[in-house]
Nanobody, 117 residues
Framework: QVQLLESGGGWVQAGGSLRLSCRPS????????MSWYRQVPGNQRELVAA????????NYTDSVKGRFRISRNSARDTVYLQMNSLTPEDTAIYYC??????????WGQGTQVTVSS
């Protein structure tokens, strides 16, 4: 079974930066969309950013525009989330999600991001 492996979470002071990465444990499917979500306990999981692996387009939730950047590697099987100017409101568990060409979704295990004021 394919797993998504996340790394890069941690603790940072407000105004700092972190970079998350996510890749599959083995590449056995065609990835169409690579996304990052986040969830605060008690709240719904929200989409933070998405990368269309077909045409290279991206989209972001309004609260992170201009601060976060989603990108991929040249092999198109790893997604990154560069997070700058972090605020305490960005504190959450961050999950990556890959959608396959057959519309199956694969989720990462989640990585904690904590921003202190």
């Amino acid at each position: 079974q394919v797993q998504l492996l996340e790394s890069g979470g941690g603790w940072v002071q407000a105004g700092g930066s972190l970079r998350l990465s996510c890749r599959p444990s083995r590449n056995t499917f065609s990835i169409t969309v690579m996304s990052w979500y986040r969830q605060v306990p008690g709240n719904q999981r929200e989409l933070v950013a998405a990368f269309n692996n077909i045409d290279g387009s991206t989209n972001y939730t309004d609260s992170v525009k201009g601060r976060f950047r989603i990108s991929r590697n040249s092999a198109r099987d790893t997604v990154y989330l560069q997070m700058n100017s972090l605020t305490p409101e960005d504190t959450a568990i961050y999950y990556c999600k890959f959608r396959s060409r057959t519309k199956n979704d694969y989720w990462g295990q989640g990585t904690q991001v904590t921003v202190s004021s």
